[in-house]
T-cell receptor, first 112, second 116 residues
Framework: ELKVEQNPLFLSMQEGKNYTIYCNYS?????LYWYRQDPGKSLESLFV?????AVKQEGRLMASLDTKARLSTLHITAAVHDLSATYFC????????????FGTGTRLKVLA | DVKVTQSSRYLVKRTGEKVFLECVQD?????MFWYRQDPGLGLRLIYF???????EKGDIPEGYSVSREKKERFSLILESASTNQTSMYLC???????????????FGPGTRLTVT
């Protein structure tokens, strides 16, 4: 069974600091997605990573994918309060399935 | 811009009622999905559909059914609502193949359902 694990589950950080969220998955996949969810809202697509070594950046967020290690990272640079949200990674779909498997989410709180 | 809309943002129903949640997407996506999201449990797939009239069970289909009569519309039906179906319901859609290689899912705004 494909599993996607994120850590940490909760992250409280000061503004201006850097941190990384990790997403490990248990089977071969070359499609990895990052989403953001604000409280009470739906999921918004942040990054789509489609190959080993892919790196995408948007503002203070940078995502990367290592398919050999089955690991994706979401790096936060010089955090600001507006980045406070829950971040999900998701894997798939792979051959033979239409399913996307989501991690449990990382709840990020950036303190002023 | 891709748009996925859901019929209601908030819904309150009584135990035993039949409940319909509607989802419509405007980008000709082949795939549509229904998830429920609960605190501490993340997103759990209820059903998905990869074509008109085609459906597959997800991880938690019990107590739910779906209907996809048109490509743009995917309905989730709670046959007899129960209090443990109180949740946030999210609809999503995505492409399958061809040159549309991104495959990301686009989510609707969600329906917060309360069953009393």
């Amino acid at each position: 069974e494909l599993k996607v694990e994120q850590n940490p589950l909760f992250l409280s950080m000061q503004e201006g600091k850097n941190y990384t969220i990790y997403c490990n998955y248990s089977t071969t996949s070359d499609r990895l997605y990052w989403y953001r969810q604000d409280p009470g809202k739906s999921l918004e697509s942040l990054f789509v990573l489609l190959s080993n070594g892919a790196v995408k950046q948007e503002g203070r967020l940078m995502a990367s994918l290592d398919t050999k290690a089955r690991l994706s990272t979401l790096h936060i640079t010089a955090a600001v309060h507006d980045l406070s949200a829950t971040y999900f990674c998701a894997v798939g779909p792979s051959s033979g399935t239409y399913k996307y498997i989501f991690g449990t989410g990382t709840r990020l709180k950036v303190l002023a | 811009d891709v748009k996925v809309t859901q019929s209601s943002r908030y819904l309150v129903k009584r135990t035993g009622e039949k409940v319909f949640l509607e989802c419509v997407q405007d980008m000709d996506h082949e795939n549509m999905f229904w998830y429920r999201q609960d605190p501490g449990l993340g997103l759990r797939l209820i059903y998905f559909s990869y074509d008109v009239k085609m459906k597959e069970k997800g991880d938690i289909p019990e107590g739910y059914s779906v209907s996809r009569e048109k490509k743009e519309r995917f309905s989730l039906i709670l046959e007899s609502a129960s209090t443990n179906q109180t949740s946030m319901y999210l609809c999503a859609s995505s492409w399958t193949s061809g040159s549309r290689l991104r495959y990301e899912q686009y989510f609707g705004p969600g329906t917060r359902l309360t069953v009393t």
